[in-house]
């Protein structure tokens, strides 16, 4: 029950930053999406790789690389797939890359899900994922997209 109280809160929070996103647009910022897929595990310290594609409504798109690292008290493996991203406040494409910070809170046993808000300056990434796997725990950390080779 905690982990869908969670969830929700973390979507209320991802949709509101749909709000914002949209009157930015009406500022000149650009709206982008991405589609992912992330496994990973966790045992105190936190690694996950995947990769995903990046959309924006001026034409652009990107392949991308994904990596999230971190620590906490925090166990487990897992993946998502079909992940979806929506980026905030971004007036320039180069923006989308580097380093977001990440805070997590999760408990999921074999079907699992994620909801996040990460920040890299004034930009902002809110997540959302299913997937499945065995995870418990909270860390921090840092979420860093590159472009694909």
């Known amino acids: 029950m905690r982990t869908r ?9 991802a949709a509101s930053t749909g709000l914002y996103s949209t009157h930015a647009s009406a500022a000149g910022k650009i709206d982008c999406e991405m589609r992912f897929n992330l496994s990973g ?10 990769n995903g594609t ?6 652009r798109s990107f392949n991308v690389h994904i990596t999230a690292v ?8 897992y993946k998502v797939e079909n992940g979806k991203g929506k980026f905030a406040e971004v007036s320039s494409t180069d ?23 990460l920040t890299k300056g004034t930009s902002t990434l809110a997540l959302s994922g299913a997937g499945e796997g065995v995870d418990i725990g ?10 694909a080779k």
């Open 5 to 13: 109280n969670f969830v929700a809160l973390a979507l209320i929070a």
């Open 95 to 117: 923006q989308l890359f580097g380093s977001y910070a990440q805070g997590e809170a999760n408990a999921g046993l074999v079907k699992s899900g994620t909801a996040q808000v």
């Open 138 to 147: 909270i860390s921090f950390g840092k979420f860093t997209i590159t472009r």
């Open 70 to 77: 971190g620590g906490g008290l925090t166990a487990g493996k």
């Open 41 to 50: 595990w966790a045992a105190i310290y936190k690694h996950a790789e995947g």
């Open 54 to 59: 990046i959309t924006c409504n001026n034409g």
